[in-house]
């Protein structure tokens, strides 16, 4: 038995922040019902990463939303409110990520619903919170990180502003819905009565820069200074960071600088011996130590630096990670399939139960496909 087993949600989010907490929250039991518009379902089905479809919906949807099932409603419509109402009333959870003020007009905003059940759980998603100058606009995962300052972290020093290749912001808010909903249900436990629960893109991509942020406040509001070449962060000292070799590339993690020429069987230079200069020179260094990697491939420095125990490791692509054995003994992928018989291959959820992973062979479905059997046994004809 999966842990949230006998938890029903109904999903009004869409796109990836919203589903995706949808996303773990059937991976670990829970009935999740997306609540759709009729015909064309949420806008997030037509949402493409490189064009790809399967069925009509995207592919990124069928991602993010596999093991759901869909209960389309009109909620301008009198008759399919009404609907709505009764399953909100039998329901644990709900969220839902419309901007300020929509689910006020619609008539499902938190003090309505929360009177329809007491103890329903009630997950808001926004972009900037629903207060303050940024309101009501647009939240979307890059124009976060552009205003959050996460953009300015990524790169090297002289490179423009260097967005995520990931939807970041999504998937951490997601995430933080997640973990507000859960404990939620935990003090439903003690208290009876549910909780309304309120996340936002700007505040969780804040939040992820915690260490970042806290340096800046407690430095003399100094901006961070992305490394002239190759670091992954830009408060830490030399050796940090990813340098080419004469095959690839080696990234080098918290090692002391002095350990790693050791192994090397370098001399530091008389100016790079205190380990404050390890980050005032870090640019200097850094291009001092590329010189010698690239003289040798990435297998002869992970040959002497590995058996030493420092942090190091080749620098893998997709192709490179997924036909390792280091991958294929987590068993990370499966094959889902949609009502129609097609199957894709996807990520599972990366959770273990004492020892168990969870798969879920059910992709997303189709707009509306569930409505007669939800209709049926929540009684709402």
């Known amino acids: 038995m999966k842990p949230l087993e006998g938890i029903t949600v109904l999903e009004f989010a869409q796109f990836m922040a919203g589903p995706s907490a949808g996303l773990k929250m059937a991976d670990l039991g829970a009935r999740v019902i997306k609540i759709e518009r009729p015909g064309s379902g949420e806008a997030g089905r037509k949402i493409a990463i490189k064009n790809l479809y399967i069925d009509e919906s995207s592919m990124v949807f069928h991602t993010a939303n596999r093991n759901k099932q869909s209960y389309s409603a009109d ?5 399919d409110l009404e609907k709505v109402k009764k399953l909100i009333a039998q329901a644990d959870v709900m969220t839902h990520n419309f901007r300020p003020g929509v689910m006020d007009k619609i008539g499902l905003d938190y003090n309505t619903v929360s009177t329809i059940n007491p103890r329903i759980v009630y997950g808001v998603v926004s972009g900037y919170s629903a207060h303050g100058p940024w309101a009501t606009k647009p939240g979307q995962d890059l124009l976060i990180q552009s205003l959050s300052g996460f953009a300015y972290l990524t790169g ?5 502003p260097t967005a995520s290749g990931l939807a970041t912001s999504d998937i951490f808010t997601g995430i933080h819905l997640v973990q507000g909903i859960m404990a ?3 003090q439903r436990e003690k208290t009876g009565k549910g909780a309304k629960i309120e996340v936002s893109l700007l505040e969780s991509t804040l939040d992820i820069q915690f260490e970042v942020i806290t340096t800046y406040l407690n430095d003399g509001n100094q901006l961070p ?4 070449q190759g670091s992954a962060h830009a408060y830490l000292a030399a050796p940090y960071g990813i340098y080419p070799t004469s095959d690839g590339y080696l990234a080098l993690a918290l090692n002391p600088l002095d350990q790693v020429t050791k ?6 230079p008389e100016a790079y011996t205190t380990r404050e200069s390890w980050f005032t020179h870090r640019d200097e260094i850094m291009a001092w130590l590329a010189g010698y990697f690239k003289k040798e491939p990435t297998r002869h420095w992970l040959s002497i630096f590995e058996p030493l125990d420092l942090r190091c490791s080749d620098v893998f692509t997709y ?9 294929k003994v987590l068993q990370m992928d499966q094959e889902v399939e949609t009502s129609d018989g097609i199957t894709m291959r996807t990520t599972r959820c990366p959770i273990r139960i004492d020892g168990q992973r969870i798969f879920s062979r059910k992709s997303a479905p189709k707009p509306g496909e569930d409505n007669a059997r939800i209709e049926k ?4 004809l």
């Not at 909620?75 to 008759?79: H, M, S, V, W």
């Not at 200074?225 to 002239?228: F, I, L, S, T, V």
């Not at 046994?377 to 709402?380: A, G, H």
């Open 184 to 186: 939620a249900l935990y």
């Open 319 to 327: 192709r490179d990670l997924l036909n390792h054995e280091a991958y």
């Open 156 to 160: 090297n020093q002289n490179d423009n």
């Open 75 to 79: 909620l301008k419509d009198p008759a």
């Open 263 to 268: 192994a090397m069987n370098l001399t530091l």
């Open 225 to 228: 200074q992305r490394a002239k």
């Open 377 to 380: 046994e929540f009684k709402l």
